[in-house]
């Protein structure tokens, strides 16, 4: 999972990084609003993969703590944390909530002009 994480931040950095280039070269608000899209997007994608480590982890250590011959093998997770949770936590307000501002303040700077 955290491999996950890691390639999808990889891409973000990526893709939005592109992003920012065509609206520095077009001064086109619509970029900045497609930047914030995508930016949206990556942020909810990366934070699923965070709430299944976190349901994953969770299921763990109930079974770690379950006596041998009552272990169920069933892998449904147990819900621990909802998507909105993990989206709230400081490595991806971070790293989405801070260019989500950045992005936020050029388009109300680029409104203005």
């Known amino acids: 999972m955290a491999s996950n994480s890691f390639l999808i931040k990889g891409w973000s950095v990526a893709g939005i990084g592109a992003l920012f280039v065509l609206w520095i070269n ?29 349901d994953y982890k969770a299921l763990y250590d109930k079974v770690r703590n379950t006596e041998t011959d009552k ?17 709230l936590r400081p490595i991806l307000i971070g ?17 203005g002009a």
């Open 95 to 111: 790293s989405y909530g801070v260019l989500t501002i950045v992005t936020i303040i050029l388009i109300c700077i680029h409104r």
């Open 71 to 87: 272990i169920d093998y069933d892998m449904k997770t147990l819900n621990a944390s909802s998507v909105l949770e993990a989206a």
């Open 26 to 54: 077009t001064q086109n608000i619509s970029n900045l609003w497609l930047i914030m899209l995508v930016n949206i997007l990556f942020w909810i994608h990366d934070a699923y993969y965070l709430k299944l480590e976190r």
